[in-house]
């Protein structure tokens, strides 16, 4: 088994908790209102904004910074939306070596690929189609690659570390996961249902 399947198995429970947040199924609803959207990019944007910073002091600058410039993305789209958030505080156990860094990024990464595909099976008329879609369309037509490039990454962590990079993985999840959770607006969790 390599790392990449390892760290499938061991947080496909954490995975499958986020996949069932209010946040993330009205996301993925073609009725989405542009509210609600607007709700996502801001969580969204509360966790890259304090994600990227302390991940940029455990990976390599040249590497990292074409990677960790979400947070500008995500305030590209709100600014979009005629939005302003406000940072919030997020519970997140924060990575203590380069391993546990290289886990978070895993859900990082994961996840811009994963909203790319998303994405493309959404109506024309879904607010993540019009013009504050920046955050949602990734690395473009290079996410692919990317993808490719951080697996390739990971094929290089040695064994003893991967505990770590799971570690560090769980915790991204879980960051997510709680606060995708959180109530914000009675008008969000009413959408979210639908």
């Known amino acids: 088994m390599n790392l990449r399947d390892t760290l499938k198995e061991a947080t496909a429970g954490d995975h499958a908790a986020l996949e069932r947040t209010g946040v993330l199924r009205a996301f993925s609803s073609a009725c989405t209102p542009p509210a609600v959207y607007a709700d ?18 455990w990976l390599g600058a040249g590497w990292a910074d074409a990677r960790l410039v979400k947070s500008l ?14 940072a919030w505080q997020i519970v997140w156990d924060r990575p203590h070596s380069a391993a546990q860094a290289l886990g978070t990024m895993y859900v990082l990464e994961g996840a811009t690929l994963g909203i790319r595909q998303s994405v493309r099976a959404l109506p024309a008329t879904h607010p993540a189609q019009g013009p504050a879609n920046r955050f949602v369309q990734g690395y473009g037509e290079h996410t692919g690659a990317r993808w490719k490039d951080f ?7 040695d064994s003893m570390l991967w505990p770590d990079v799971v570690t560090g993985a769980s915790a991204a999840f879980r960051a997510f996961e709680t606060h995708f959770s959180e109530r914000i607006h009675a008008e969000f969790d009413e959408s979210a249902s639908v």
């Not at 801001?42 to 991940?55: F, S």
């Not at 993305?73 to 406000?86: N, V």
Request: aromatic content about 8%.
């Open 151 to 157: 697996l390739a990454r990971l094929e290089d962590v």
């Open 40 to 57: 996502y990019l801001a969580r969204q944007w509360h966790l890259h904004r304090v994600m990227e910073p302390v991940l940029q002091g």
């Open 73 to 86: 993305w995500l305030q590209q789209d709100l600014a979009a939306l005629h939005c302003a958030a406000e």
